[in-house]
């Protein structure tokens, strides 16, 4: 609709609200000394006001000369003037008005049953007014919770109580708060200050219920002390460990500082957060905790979501976390810690430092800890999951997928051998099929594939063409395969050529990848030296080094033979079975040498060279090398 035309029609229903002549209803509004009359029409209040309607329906007129007459004095003239505008101008500008009108705009728009201008309020309070509202959080708590309308308000205090208790605590209204929400506060486990502050604050709040007190407490008498002990006796059990606060205060020269264990969850209690900590600095169970830390929110399942591309999102870049999980259906809670940085780019997290966890039920004594052993695969860097440590704990969300069986059964081999093994009955029952090892993001991709024969690979990491090639063939989609494997010969050779111990073992582990094959076979015949160019040549299987030619002098051919794994740790490696050999061409087999280990200096893993062997006797650094006589 034409904004003008909406403009044109609340112009003219404001200038029936001025008529003086064909008004129907009078209205008095406020209490003695001010109260104003307005009048209105009986069929608009009717229409928009769900409070009115009712009174209306109640004190029908009796004859065409009787006027309707209703009384609020509940509401001041000065609120019910801009609310009267708004039912019948269907607009309202809150910019112009203090934040002390709206909230009294917001009471009495719920008292007339107006929910449109209830809920722009209450969103309007809470983006534009937040400040002030935490400044007089008092008013608003109290507001909103005697309103069941005001659901988003009430969403507010529940929030800034949980989150960010401190600035209630420092608000100006703190004084006048409830002692049930200063019960709730105490109780907080996100309290950024020591027990002593939080002491001093409740001991403030109770001078403060009780103003005929004397202001220096030195000056207390018995019945004084008693006074201001009833005021908080509802508060004194909440505060850890208050005998000693006690002696704290009768002897102030005394050094007292209680931490709070600090952790916006809910899963994990802060007796959880206490023996995670002492995880984290090698401590047992017993031990006196040293550190504590606060444990930050970053990422919350139920707000966020649970999808790997949020997760890396929120938390790549970030270190030292705590992953919680709580199993479906259980008291179970699963955990891990991350000392290092999250990413998204495929690698291994090298750290001795991590560990997983779980929590069986309530009791935090029954537990289990498991540390890191293999500490090159401490932690998983896949953006396809979330987090993920090793292959012992990770985290990914299980999508629900619609598709067609007519579709399916003609496009993919692998689905349509389950579905002719598990003919659905002709009930009206849906036939479900379970894919665990594709992940949700590649299955996606492979599905719109499915349905519309393209797919535009450009668009795609490397990493994710290689996890459609092999869920492609897993569904056994055969144009799928050949496209792909194509594609990534001709755009991907050097991004494969670097990551080669991955692409020869993807390859060989499958009889689909022919091309792929013979692209390994080819790198390794007529371009050894690439490979040990490579960034990952000290991760390639034994029997691939075994077959490479590391270095070829006119007709003579030399290699070597290591029986154990290559890294980069630039230490010797002891071994008696290891060798280096040569023959003089590549027809005569009877002109070789063979030389085997004499000493501890078997195998050299060096990070800036290629396959070594011994101290200096076969050596390789790039497309060049070193022999000993």
Not at 18 to 41: L, M, Q, R
Not at 205 to 216: H, K, R, T, V, Y
Request: hydrophobic letters at 35%; charged letters at 25%; proline letters at 3%.
């Amino acid at each position: 609709m034409n904004d003008n035309i909406l403009t044109k029609l609340s112009q003219n229903l404001l200038e029936i609200l001025n008529d003086e002549e064909y008004y129907d209803v009078t209205i008095e509004v406020g209490n003695d000394p001010y109260i104003k009359i307005f009048h209105a029409h009986m069929v608009i209040l009717h229409d928009r006001s769900n409070y009115l309607r009712r009174i209306l329906s109640i004190n029908k007129k009796e004859n065409k000369e009787t006027l309707v007459h209703i009384k609020l004095p509940n509401i001041s003239p000065e609120i019910f003037q801009i609310i009267l505008r708004y039912i019948y101008g269907g607009e309202i500008s809150l910019e112009e008005y203090d934040t002390s009108d709206i909230m009294d705009i917001l009471i009495a728009g719920s008292k007339l049953g107006l929910q449109e201008l209830i809920t722009y309020s209450q969103s309007f309070l809470i983006e534009t007014k937040t400040n002030w509202m935490e400044q007089n959080f008092s008013l608003i708590y109290q507001t909103s919770f005697e309103n069941d309308s005001f659901l988003e308000l009430q969403k507010f205090c529940t929030s800034l109580i949980t989150k960010k208790p401190n600035k209630i605590f420092r608000s100006s209204s703190f004084s006048s708060i409830p002692g049930k929400l200063l019960v709730l506060l105490i109780q907080s486990d996100n309290l950024q200050m020591s027990e002593i502050q939080v002491w001093q604050h409740m001991l403030n709040w109770g001078l403060a219920q009780n103003p005929e007190l004397p202001s220096d407490p030195t000056n207390f008498t018995k019945e004084d002390f008693n006074t201001l002990k009833n005021s908080l006796q509802h508060c004194i059990p909440h505060i850890k460990l208050y005998k000693d606060l006690l002696k704290y205060f009768l002897n102030p020269n005394g050094q007292l500082s209680i931490p709070r264990i600090v952790a916006d969850s809910k899963i994990i209690t802060p007796q959880h957060v206490e023996l995670i900590s002492k995880w984290i600095d090698r401590l047992e169970i017993t031990d006196e905790i040293k550190n504590t830390y606060e444990f930050k929110l970053l990422l919350r399942g139920s707000h966020d979501g649970f999808s790997p591309k949020k997760f890396h999102e929120i938390c790549d870049n970030q270190s030292h976390t705590v992953t919680i999980i709580k199993v479906k259906n259980s008291k179970e809670i699963l955990g891990g810690y991350n000392p290092s940085e999250w990413k998204s780019d495929g690698s291994n997290c090298t750290t001795k430092d991590s560990f997983i966890f779980s929590f069986k039920n309530d009791d935090i004594k029954s537990y289990i800890l498991s540390r890191v052993k293999d500490e090159r695969h401490a932690v998983s860097n896949d953006r396809g999951l979330g987090p993920s440590f090793g292959v012992d704990l990770f985290l990914m969300k299980p999508l629900i997928f619609r598709a067609h069986m007519v579709i399916l059964h003609y496009r993919s081999t692998c689905l349509r051998r389950i579905l002719s093994t598990n003919k659905r009955k002709n009930d009206g029952t849906l036939f479900h099929i379970k894919l665990q090892n594709i992940l949700p993001e590649i299955f996606q991709i492979i599905l719109r594939y499915i349905y519309s024969g393209r797919i535009t690979l450009e668009e795609y990491d490397t990493s994710d063409i290689i996890k459609i090639l092999v869920a492609g063939s897993e569904l056994g989609l055969q144009e799928l395969i050949t496209y792909l494997q194509s594609f990534l010969i001709k755009t991907k050779a050097n991004w494969m050529e670097q990551n080669f111990n991955l692409i020869y073992q993807i390859s060989f582990e499958d009889d689909s990848f022919l091309e792929l094959q013979k692209f390994c076979t080819d790198l390794t015949s007529k371009e050894p030296d690439k490979l040990f160019k490579s960034l990952k040549f000290s991760s390639i299987p034994e029997k691939l080094l075994v077959s490479l030619n590391p270095m070829k002098i006119v007709n003579e051919i030399l290699r070597g033979y290591n029986p154990i794994e290559w890294n980069s740790d630039y230490y010797y490696g002891t071994i008696k079975d290891s060798f280096i050999f040569s023959f003089d061409n590549n027809d005569n087999f009877e002109g070789y040498i063979l030389s085997r280990v004499k000493n501890e200096y078997a195998v050299l893993r060096n990070y800036d060279l290629g396959p070594s062997f011994g101290n200096g006797d076969l050596v390789s650094y790039g497309d060049k090398g070193s022999c000993d006589n």
